[in-house]
């Protein structure tokens, strides 16, 4: 069993920064790759950035310069710095870790980009 949860989600205001963290936990002994997508109201959920197992990372275009994907192989989590932050980031945020050929989602956390 693997459990993965996501954390760091608020309401921020534009230009402002957050940090998301996700860990996962249970049977973690081959992770991948992981990644953070985001799903807006009425919208698909969305890569926001990737990285693989050795922290090559990769990111949307709309967040590039912005956000920075980083991860900590020993404590199995991944982290989301997010600067300048703007009203079309607001979006549950989720983290997928993959182990093998099977992906792990986390239940998500809120992001709220408003003054």
């Known amino acids: 069993q693997v459990q993965v949860v996501e954390s760091g989600g608020d309401l921020v205001q534009p230009g402002g920064l957050l940090s998301l963290s996700c860990a996962a936990s249970g049977s973690t002994f081959s992770i991948n790759a992981m990644g953070w997508y985001r799903q807006a109201p009425g919208r698909q959920r969305e890569l926001v950035a990737g990285?693989?197992?050795?922290?090559?990372?990769n990111y949307a275009d709309s967040v590039k310069g912005r956000f920075t994907i980083s991860r900590d192989n020993a404590k199995n989590t991944m982290y989301l710095q997010m600067n300048n932050l703007k009203p079309e980031d607001t979006a549950v945020y989720y983290c997928?870790?993959?182990?093998?050929?099977?992906?792990?989602w986390g239940p998500g956390t809120q992001v709220t980009v408003s003054s």
């Open positions: 990285i693989t197992s050795s922290s090559s990372p």
């Open positions: 997928k870790v993959r182990i093998v050929l099977s992906d792990y």
